[in-house]
């Protein structure tokens, strides 16, 4: 594979006006083709073959618009204290702001609330609301036909009444992206500190946003073909900015290291693809692996955002492969520090050392250094097994949260905004329950009949407040009803009434089919299919990581070492994400404004990326490791050597991840917010406590047992991740040809 990918640095080096020209022309015309052929996203989560949302698809089809398929806005309104909705003149107010309401561009109807027929005020009469009814989706209600709903509402306000908003029609707007912006800039930082230059850090930069970009607009392309989740391209350039980050610096750092080495950018750029690469490629496998293996648990909208953030990674592993050589093949060496190319221009062959040598890529005159990361992988190698005690120990207590984790999928609204100041109200009007009813479905013949008998049985279930009358269909073999509990909808009394309601229906009736479904109902459902999966999906990723790793590193206890560190991570990041997302700990310092269960798909999207995040450093980590030992040290010298060769690039790595995630943190949605905080912690776990601290100190005390690989498994092929055929490959000659065709190594 080195050689491979020597060939491939090789060509897109020598032809880098024609790759960069290429890559240009995938973004434009895929620029093209998602303002052409994109199409709309959803904001829900559903499971395909689960009763909820099997009883979502038969009441579109038997009740239509009427069951609210359309776009909707629950307006509700509350009288100023001490007075009621009914009296004159706050009636007059509902009854003008009902009529605006019924004559908004779009809609189709609008409810009174002192509509004697059908109130829907609660029994003080100081609270009510209108349902407001759209003709179209809510992703095609315009914003402004939003300010018209505002509009409305502000002239009610004037007149003394409280009025506020919720529901599908009047989505919170998108945030402003500034945290991700000041995640990029933190990035760019972190690259300029790291390389010293601020040309090649936005080089870096800008390679990924390439790769990004490329990645998005397919993914909005797809959206044009197939429904996908908003969180599919959200996700996407989460991980695709990160990763595409860190794989271009991990093969810029290289092409540094080899041109003060050999001082021809040529050989130095394919070797840097050939050695740098060959880790990337694995990385990248892995990340994809985990990613992709999402798909492997049958629920769709997973499927969807896993393949698209593999799809992303992909793009990243080939413009790291072939860009980012292509603009390095234009720096030259401009890429390194002023100083040094003054040593470069002073030098007779254009070399510091004033010949290309084959010296070790791997700077073994350092092993004496007093440096800090010299005293670092010391100090833990020393104290190897206090240092393994205190680790593991530190991350369990952090992890103990995750014992109480609870998950759903319904998502209360940002303290400060109208939907949340509506579900407020009606909460204090009609009780918590209101905002969470279940919707009950049954079908067959006397549907509505069955629906009629059963609901005393209904009524005496505990939890339940208000049982509605059945309403038939057109033909009447279905019919529906609405159960408001006592609870709220994230409670586990309402997720309680969900099972008992089902185990009711089940052993009462006979001659329909029976549904549950609503907000609580759909989360339950979804919750329980996430959390059979998860045992699944975690056995397949890791079962296939561990195979990739006993392949690249040809050991069996340095693939066990890296699959265990990241269980530690998972479990600390996990007890992380509830102490702060469900205990309140600390909310305030990211903007956190409500707590409660975290989102259901958080748990299993965190672990399908902190794993291929965590895979990537151990890759990059050990992989210098192993390449040392196999020049001839021993293990604990590989361990220091290896160490001191790659722990700055994954600091680095690692603090450019840890700010792209915790961008997405300030003001994103729920599902994000909650998914950025977990990946941001993970990355800080994984590279600072795991990889710098506990897999050194468990390979030093492993010893030569590390490198240990059966005789019966001998016969497994090298990878060759570390590009040791190349990096022994003596280097081109500086001349004006071989510098635009580098010396292959032999063999290839």
Known sequence: MARLLYRLGAGAHRRRRLVLALWLVVLALGGIGAVTLSGPTSDTFTISGQESSDALAVIERDFGSAAGSGASAQVVVQAPDGQTLTTGENAATVTTLVDSLGGLTGVTSATNPLDAANPTVNADQTTGYSTVTYSTAPEDVTPEQKDQLLDAVDTARDAGLTVEIDGTAYSAE???????????????????????????????????????????????????????????????????????????????????????????????????????????????????????????????????????????????????????????????????????????????????????????????????????????????????????????????????????????????????????????????????????????????????????????????????????????????????????????????????????????????????????????????????????????????????????????????????????????????????????????????????????????????LMIGILFGLAMDYQVFLVSRMHEAHGRGSSALEAVHLGFKGAASVVVAAAAIMFAVFAGFIPGGEAVIKSIGFALAIGVLIDAFVVRLVLVPAALALLGERAWWLPRWLQWLPHLDVEGTSVADTPAAASDDHDAEHPAVPAGV
Request: glycine content about 10%; hydrophobic content about 55%.
């Open 174 to 604: 998108p945030h402003t992206p500034i945290g991700e912006v000041v995640g990029v800039v933190l990035a760019l930082v972190v690259l300029t500190f790291t390389f010293g230059s601020l040309l090649v850090a936005g080089m870096n930069l800008v390679t990924a946003l390439v790769g990004v970009g490329v990645g998005v607009v397919g993914i909005t392309i797809a959206s044009g073909f197939t429904d996908l989740s908003s969180t599919t391209s959200v996700l996407a350039i989460m991980l695709g900015l990160a990763v595409g980050i860190d794989y271009a610096l991990f093969i810029i750092t290289r092409f540094r290291q080899e041109l003060r080495r050999t001082g021809d950018v040529a050989t130095s750029v394919a070797t840097a693809v050939g050695t740098a690469g060959s880790a990337v490629v694995v990385a990248g496998l892995t990340v994809v692996i985990a990613l992709a293996g999402l798909s492997v648990v049958g629920i769709s909208f997973l499927t969807e955002m896993g393949l698209g953030a593999a799809f992303t990674i992909v793009v990243a592993v080939l413009v790291s492969l072939t860009l980012v050589p292509a603009v390095l093949g234009f720096l030259g060496r401009r890429a390194l520090p002023v100083k040094e190319r003054a040593a470069f221009d002073h030098a007779d062959s254009g070399s510091l050392t004033g010949t290309p040598t084959e010296t070790d890529p791997i700077d073994t005159s350092a092993a004496t250094s007093t440096g800090r990361l010299d005293r670092w992988v010391h100090t833990t190698t020393r104290h190897r097994v206090p240092t393994l005690v205190v680790g593991v120990a530190a991350l369990g207590v952090l992890a103990i949260p995750a014992l109480s984790m609870q998950t759903t999928l319904v998502v209360s609204p940002e303290d400060g905004t109208t939907q949340a100041a509506a579900q407020d109200l009606l909460a204090d009007g009609f009780g918590p329950g209101f905002n969470g009813p279940l919707t009950v479905l049954f079908t067959g013949a006397d549907a509505a009949a069955a629906l009629t008998e059963i609901s005393p049985a209904v009524t005496a279930l505990d939890d339940v407040v208000t049982v509605t009358a059945p309403v038939p269909d057109a033909t009447g073999d279905a019919a529906l009803m609405t159960i408001i509990p006592a609870s709220g909808p994230t409670s586990e009394a309402t997720e309680q009434l969900v099972g008992d309601v089902r185990a009711l229906f089940d052993s009462s009736t006979s001659g329909v089919e029976t549904y549950v479904t609503g907000t609580t109902a759909v989360s339950v459902d979804v919750s329980a299919g996430l959390d059979d999966a998860l045992p699944v999906y975690l056995a397949l990723v890791v079962g296939l990581a561990f195979v990739l790793l006993v392949l690249v590193f040809r050991s069996l206890l340095v693939p066990l070492v890296g699959v265990l560190g990241f269980l530690l991570t998972v479990i600390a990041a996990l007890g992380a994400t509830v102490a702060v997302f469900q205990w309140g700990w600390l909310a305030g310092l990211i903007g956190l404004s409500t707590t409660g269960p975290i989102v259901a798909i958080a748990p299993i």
